[in-house]
């Protein structure tokens, strides 16, 4: 106990989180006052002690939560110990579906990619949580959770599946010091007649990248996106959606991914590539974040812990140890993409396996590691992959103090929890994706944009054909009719 | 005498054999029936459905181009890999022949990329031919004096190739062995001999030499090729199939189709397919080994 | 001493040797290199060919998060299953030569097993090991590995076993040896090169396997070649982890084969001539 107590000393310093001694404290407050969500888990969790829960979690840092901070902490809390089973995220669909076909029972607590919530609560892997929710007065906390993700990635025909625990957004990162330069901002408006700012539309984009690239080239690019099919993706089902395209016809369901709309995307993100950093083609999340911390590319977009790391937040940390110096600390500016409405991608909900031998136990570390107290803290972890995804974490006067500008970032992602579009979410979404990310690859390649295109629909329509017309319709069409479907 | 010891005891003869030939029904004979029962069903991991559906998964076999192209890949592929890395094994077999300083201590090292894995040895090449942090466009950027910057993985035109050198890259070594081995069995005073009649290198190498690692190179070349009729490994770490579908081979579409798209029943239809092709070549081309004895 | 083998024509051959010794091993240099690489050198551009100073921290962090229990988890299955392979392969390869049981029926079916790709069989594989509650199991892997590996072990084995000549073992015979002594006493003994080679390519076989080992294992039992393509992750690959590990999972290999090679190179090649 005591030596666990200097562990946490240890690590409250390391990452100095001061609100973590409250949190070991918790156990110990007394029932004086309403029970906060948090508490009433742990007081519930207690009757379990020496239960261990699998929990399956996407390899690399995501799994760094469970490990260091909120395992380790609910096992001091509660007795019950945490197993982090950690699976490349291209394989945890595959994996949760394995186990729950094979009936295993493997996994306790599974992380849920959103969209792929309706296929596997359909098929019955997952376990409806009302009841618990109900149990253990989770409701009103849940409310506090930002609405796009409370109302799109929680639910599955009318019941809940699954608590929303990221607020993953792609928003954009640039450099303001070259976007304030007077010599930029004079050169640029002469160019071409309007004033140099973080780019609203993508024509402003192409614009602006240019700029910089005949600028700075080869020090400094005008972007590096990520390109890498399965991150591409995502940002081309948000251009797609920002140009007015649509994915299918809703009463046919034939596929347009291949309108004129998905070529002149299509054909744009290739030739934005022409003024991006050589082999911009092969960037991933690391590649992209990498470049921008080293002051390699002006803009980038991509997911929130950029703009955290960029401002040097979790410097020192051991576990990002292998995180190059930023060079930008003090020069990011944070902004909404082209059109606004940034791409909701990937992540992850909180979900009881239907196969767990020991749910409510599951449940009660979802509830707990999900609740305002316990999730402000997760989203501060400088280590941490997880996004702020409640209005609270928003407007924390604690995070907003982070850093010089962590106002401005959070402020930009409540705007993007707002306006956000959801992945398309369909039945047997992956192969949906799988199709998609081999369109980019071969866009990459260099075929013929209209050519890989056709044959993308030419396959999503096979899919669809396979799936069942009338079935993969009626799913799409609860998709489509959310807001946050299309802009 | 021999007669008697080979005839006597026949518990002994089958006992001894009974462990393997156990051992492999157990965990080849049930999935093999499981195989053929399902190829027949219309199997998916997202639903409960079981029902039969005759043969209907060998007829999609038939219309499925992505799978036709994956074999074609993957003969191709084979094709091209394993005359490359025969001569090369033989050259090199050839110049270690001769005497040559610390000759122990350069073999071992030439065989270090055939005993790691060839998880491994994708993961290596990735990194080595990385458009930026890798040091083979670096070099190749010094060779031609200006900044090259080569998509290795990514570019169409050049997965193959890339591929094909972390293939060679591996598997040279292991014909080198080989050959290196048969070769040092060749009879030196033959040889001599032909030199003293002034035969010339083709007439030599074809009488001589040729019969005499044939044995060792038709193993070799079979073994090789049929490790890489299968290859999955090294393209997974590499290109996970792609670009698109570019570098899908036969055990990578399979692999989708099984655990990424849940197609229990036609992956099963594809496997069979794919065993009952294998069977029927491995078969003739043992026989025909057998029969050269 | 021929002419040939003095002077500038030795140190010609021993140049273009070395050239082509250096050309094999660059690319497991660069490797190890990266996994001595600080974060920065990893990702410097252009690319740093030699570390500035040997940076442990990417095997550090797979000690502390406990990643290494891979490489343990691939000896304990490759180990066993090698041993296990090797025993009953062997024997089935002696009834085989000295008895010609089951004919060339039996060693055309036990060796025509290995050729059927993995993954043919992996789905088959997976449901049944659902049933038997094998999935993620030290057990089941090895089983597997075994009965993947007797083919090869068989025949390899049946090579070695026809050279040994058949006198001797009829001698001891006549000295009252049972055939369960025979075999222990004679013939082992003098298949004793071909077995430790044989050996060696059967451990191998097993430790870099990866389909089955990606679909069969989960958490507990994972083996190295799984763990290494785990860190290829979407949102982060670490390049670090990726050649450390790597380098962690060839090591063992590299000591065998270092160790053994005396016999791996006569041994495959008498295993393959004989075959």
Excluded at chain 1, 170 to 183: E, H, K, M, Q, S
Excluded at chain 3, 214 to 238: A, D, H, N, P, R
Aim: hydrophobic share 50%.
């Amino acid at each position: 106990m005591w030596s666990n107590r200097i562990m946490y000393t240890q690590f409250v310093k390391n990452t100095r989180h001061v609100l973590t001694v409250s949190a070991v404290c918790l156990g110990l407050i007394s029932n004086a006052q309403a029970q906060s969500a948090a508490e009433q888990a742990v007081e519930a969790a207690k009757q379990y002690s020496g239960v261990t829960l699998n929990v399956l979690y996407e390899a690399g840092l995501q799994p760094l939560d469970p490990k260091n901070f909120t395992g380790p902490l609910w096992e001091e809390l509660t007795g019950i110990k945490i197993n982090v089973i950690e699976s490349p995220v291209d394989q945890m669909f595959t994996k949760a579906m394995q186990d729950f076909r094979s009936g295993s029972g493997g996994y306790d607590l599974l992380n849920v990619i959103p969209n792929q919530l309706p296929d596997l609560a359909m098929s019955g892997a997952l376990e409806p949580l009302d009841d618990y929710v109900d149990k253990y007065n989770y409701h009103e906390e849940l409310q506090g959770i930002a609405p796009v993700y409370r109302d799109n990635q929680m639910k599955v025909e009318g019941k809940i599946y699954a608590l929303p625990d990221d607020g993953d957004v792609l928003i954009l990162y640039y450099r303001r010091d070259l976007f304030d330069d007077p010599a930029n901002q004079s050169a640029f408006e002469e160019k071409y007649g309007y004033p140099l700012a973080p780019p609203e539309t993508w024509q402003q984009f192409s614009e602006i990248g240019q700029f910089m690239t005949d600028a700075y080239e080869p020090e400094t690019y005008g972007a590096g996106l990520l390109r890498q099919p399965g991150n591409a993706q995502y940002m081309f089902q948000e251009r797609f959606r920002v140009e007015g395209g649509r994915f299918f016809d809703p009463d046919s369901m034939d596929a347009t991914v291949n309108s004129d709309i998905g070529i002149k995307v299509f054909t744009e993100m290739r030739a934005e590539n022409s003024w991006m950093p050589p082999g911009v083609e092969q960037w991933g999340f690391i590649e992209a974040f990498n470049a921008f911390l080293a002051g390699d590319i002006a803009m980038t977009i991509s997911w929130p812990p950029v703009g955290r790391w960029a401002a040097g937040y979790g410097k020192g940390t051991e576990a990002l140890n292998w995180i190059p110096e930023t060079k930008v600390a003090d020069k990011v500016g944070y902004a909404l993409p082209p059109g606004g409405t940034p791409e909701l991608a990937v992540g992850f909900s909180l979900a009881v396996a239907s196969g767990s031998a020991n749910k409510e136990a599951a449940y009660l570390f979802a509830q707990w590691m999900n609740s305002e107290e316990i999730s402000l803290q997760r989203v501060q972890l400088p280590y941490a992959l997880r996004d702020p995804f409640r209005t609270s974490h928003f407007a924390s006067e604690e995070y907003r103090s982070r850093w010089s500008n962590a106002g401005e970032y959070l402020d930009v992602l409540q705007k993007g929890a707002e306006t956000g579009l959801l992945d398309l979410s369909l039945l047997q979404t992956d192969r949906y994706e799988e199709a998609l990310r081999q369109a980019i690859s071969r866009l990459w390649s260099g075929e013929d944009a209209k050519k890989i295109l056709d044959d993308l629909a030419e396959d999503w329509d096979q899919l669809t054909k396979r799936i069942g017309v009338d079935k993969q319709k009626r799913v799409y069409a609860d998709w489509a009719s959310k807001p946050n479907a299309y802009p | 005498m021999l007669k008697t010891l080979l005839d006597n005891d026949r518990t002994f003869r089958y006992l001894l054999v009974a462990p393997a030939v156990f051992f492999i029904l157990l965990i080849g004979l049930y999935p093999f029936i499981k195989l053929i029962i399902a190829s027949f069903q219309n199997i998916s991991l997202f639903d409960d459905i079981r029902s039969f559906q005759g043969l209907l998964n060998y007829e999609r076999l038939l219309s499925d181009d992505r799978l036709w192209h994956s074999i074609v890949r993957t003969l191709l592929f084979t094709a091209v890999a394993l005359p490359i890395e025969l001569v090369l094994g033989y050259l090199l077999a050839v110049l270690f022949l001769e005497k040559i300083p610390f000759k122990a201590a350069l073999i071992s090292i030439i065989l270090l990329p055939t005993i790691i894995s060839p998880i491994v040895a994708g993961a290596t090449w990735r990194l080595m031919l990385d458009q930026r942090f890798g040091p083979v466009n670096q070099i190749i950027s010094w060779l031609a004096g200006t900044d090259v910057k080569l998509l290795w993985t990514v570019s169409a035109s050049l997965v193959w190739p890339a591929i094909l050198i972390a293939e060679v890259w591996q598997w040279t070594p292991f014909m080198f062995l080989l050959l290196y081995a048969a070769l040092s069995n060749v009879d030196r005073e033959q040889l001599e001999a032909a030199q003293i009649d002034g035969a010339s290198w083709w007439m030599t190498f074809r009488r001589i030499v040729l019969p005499a690692i044939m044995p060792v190179m038709f193993i070799a070349v079979l073994i090789r090729a049929l490790d890489l009729f299968r290859v999955f490994d090294l393209v997974w770490t590499m290109t996970q199939g792609g670009p698109g579908t570019a570098t899908e081979t036969l055990s990578i579409y399979a692999y989708q189709m099984a655990f990424r798209e849940f197609e229990i029943s036609y992956s099963a239809a594809i496997a069979f397919l794919v065993i009952v092709l294998l069977t029927v070549f491995v078969v003739a081309a043992l026989r025909r080994v057998e029969v050269s004895r | 001493m021929n002419r040939r083998d003095t002077g500038w024509r030795l140190w010609l051959r021993f140049a273009i040797a070395l050239g082509v010794t250096l050309i094999f091993a660059f690319p497991v240099y660069w490797l190890v290199a990266i996994s001595f690489k600080s974060p920065e050198e990893v990702y410097a551009y252009p690319p740093v060919w030699f570390p500035q100073q040997l940076d442990v921290s990417s095997y550090l962090t797979l000690f502390r998060d406990g990643d290494v229990v891979a490489v343990w988890n691939s000896l304990i299955t490759a180990g066993i299953s090698t041993v296990l392979a090797m025993l009953v392969g062997t024997l089935a390869a002696y009834s085989i030569v000295r008895f010609r049981t089951g004919g060339d029926h039996l060693s055309i079916w036990i060796i025509s097993q290995r050729m059927i790709p993995p993954i043919c069989v992996a789905f088959p594989i997976f449901l049944l090991y659902v049933s038997w509650n094998l999935v993620d199991s030290y057990v089941g892997l090895i089983m597997l590995y075994t009965a993947f590996n007797i083919p090869y072990v068989t025949w390899m084995m049946r090579g070695y076993i026809q050279d040994i000549p058949i006198e001797l073992e009829q001698s001891a015979m006549i000295d009252g040896l049972t055939r369960w002594q025979v075999l222990r006493k004679v013939v082992m003994p003098m298949a004793r090169g071909g077995l430790f080679a044989t050996a060696v390519f059967t451990f191998i076989f097993a430790w870099n396997d990866f389909i089955f080992a990606l679909i069969l294992s989960k958490s507990e039992v994972v083996t190295y070649t799984v763990k290494v393509t785990g860190y290829f992750g979407s949102q982060s690959t670490f390049w670090s982890k990726i050649s450390a590990m790597s380098v962690l999972g060839v090591l063992p290999m590299f000591v065998v084969v270092a160790t053994m090679q005396k016999f791996i190179v006569r041994g495959v090649s008498m295993g393959a001539v004989k075959g």
